[in-house]
């Protein structure tokens, strides 16, 4: 496999079929229309938006490949191979550094141009991704998939990718009416400056995911000063509030906690909750319920939250009040150290 793969990438350099690395200055264009053609079903509001810049930056070619040329960070996040048939681009994959010793690396936008599907291409440029990331040093290969990507997945596991889990996005239409605000003991407010405490609870989560690929930062549950300004503001003005309840049974310990970003100038309302493992279906119905019970003062907007795909006692909870699963993002991982077969 690597000596056909060799003479594709040197045919693929010639203007003919095969495999070559991603060049900044001619590919960022044909690759924002690959991307946009291959994944317009799955993309959502950031990834839209993503994609949007993406082709802002096809338009600047000579400015992003003197900016590729001058610093590294650059290339890390512009790196990748690209298929070349029929003297056009029908097939991508993308990878990246995921820290900074690069000891893990992660692929993504792996495509390919609907008309040359079946033809092994996606599996060439995976093969090619693993060997780079092995060439450069790496340890791991992480990716994300969606769920229901039943050939995607299929691919990977014969590559040797394992299931980390992942996390699902449900969404309601519009928050469910008559919702009573619960009786719980130890259901408190959270002042903003209590970003430890959360972030105490966010790590406790026994998530393999959350653990290995995207670990929790402390910079994420601390409010500054600025920010706490801004949401006042915000609240003044009508906007929209940022509401934090939480289930205290001991002191400095929350067992449950839940942030609600309530808007009024356009949607959505969005909700996070994390709960201890112990606690795990006993504590969600009651932070949920208050959740949607504030709503009931705000526009009847849509109603989103993004759950680990091991939280079932809160997705049981959120779809007996009318939320529904928009996708499932699933992270697998391999160990390149393996892959002596690529």
Known sequence: MVAIHGRAGQAAERGE????PFDIGRDLRP???????????????????????????SYMGGFIRLLSRSTSEFRDIFNGFVWIEDGQLVGNVTIQKADSRGYRWQIANVAVAPAYRGRGISRALMERALRHIQEMGG???VLQVRANNVVARGLYERLGFENLGGHTKLVASRPPQGVPFPRVKGMIPVPASQGRLLYDLATSQPHPEIHWWRAP???????????QLGEWLSRLVGRQAVLRRAIQHFPDR???ALVLTARRWQPPHELKLWVRPEQQGKLERPLIQWALATLQEYPRWPVQIVLSTVDQAARQVLEEYGFQEEYTLLTMRRSVKLATDI
């Open 17 to 20: 079929s095969g495999i070559r």
């Open 31 to 57: 690759v924002a229309r690959l991307i946009a053609q291959a994944f317009a079903d799955e993309l959502d509001e950031k990834g839209r938006a993503a994609l949007r810049e993406l082709r802002l930056m």
């Open 139 to 141: 340890a791991w290969a």
């Open 217 to 227: 930062r402390r910079s994420q549950f601390q409010v500054t000063l600025e920010q």
């Open 254 to 256: 929350y067992e449950a």
